[in-house]
């Protein structure tokens, strides 16, 4: 399982590379919060008053987080297959 550094660095970048987004003026600041279940590209549409660079970095960083946490979850589901199969677990 991943350890906590690993949880924090994917919120990080991701914050990051839309503040950046944001100063550098490729998409507009967010005016309005969308509730959370909001579809990805959808959420970020509607939140910047209809801004269609948004939704391109919105799935960047869903992408981008994904890169960042995708060996854990892989390790992970080894772990998993390990104790599936009987064996101990090292990892």
């Known amino acids: 399982m991943a350890n906590l550094g690993d949880i924090f660095v994917a ?6 590379v839309a503040y950046w987004a944001v100063e550098l003026q490729f ?7 969308m509730p959370w279940p909001t ?3 959808a959420g970020a549409f ?3 008053g209809g801004d269609y660079m948004s939704i391109v ?9 994904f890169l960042i946490w995708f060996p854990f979850i892989k390790m992970y589901d080894q772990k998993l297959l390990a104790q599936e199969a009987g064996e101990d677990a090292l990892i």
Not at 11 to 16: C, D, F, G, Q, Y
Not at 27 to 33: L, R, S
Not at 58 to 63: D, F, G, K, P, T
């Open 46 to 48: 509607i939140s910047t």
């Open 57 to 65: 970095i919105s799935i960047l960083c869903a992408i981008i987080a």
């Open 27 to 33: 998409m507009q600041p967010v005016i309005a919060m």
């Open 39 to 41: 579809p990805i590209g």
């Open 11 to 16: 919120p990080m970048v991701t914050a990051s």
